[in-house]
């Protein structure tokens, strides 16, 4: 009876250190790609498409601010008039030793 070995295990690959300090030291190590030079459209458009997102953004942000502000106010004139309703409440309860 003969019995075949079983084939070789593959190599295993090289495990990589994935530690921060890795990180840091393979973008010494790697060189940066030149930046891209900033390719503005203002003037094709005639406008300008981030100062238009961002007044809409200004204006969604002042508007929650507002809603928010609206809400507090609301919240707080509702606990007043309870806490004036109990205290109303409190003052006219007789006590038992009267």
Do not use: C, H, V
């Not at 790609?33 to 942000?61: C, K, N, V």
């Amino acid at each position: 009876m003969f019995i075949t070995p079983p084939p070789p295990l593959p190599e295993l690959p090289e495990i990589i250190d994935q530690s921060l300090s890795a990180y840091a030291a393979q973008a010494i190590t790697r060189p940066q790609l030149p930046g891209l030079p900033t390719i503005s459209t203002e003037r094709l458009l005639g406008y300008s498409p981030r100062a238009i997102e961002a007044a809409r953004f200004a204006e969604a942000m002042r508007i929650a601010y507002e809603i928010t502000r609206r809400q507090n106010a609301i919240a707080a004139m509702r606990a007043g008039e309870m806490n004036r309703r109990a205290q109303k409440l409190a003052e006219r309860r007789r006590a038992w030793w009267r």
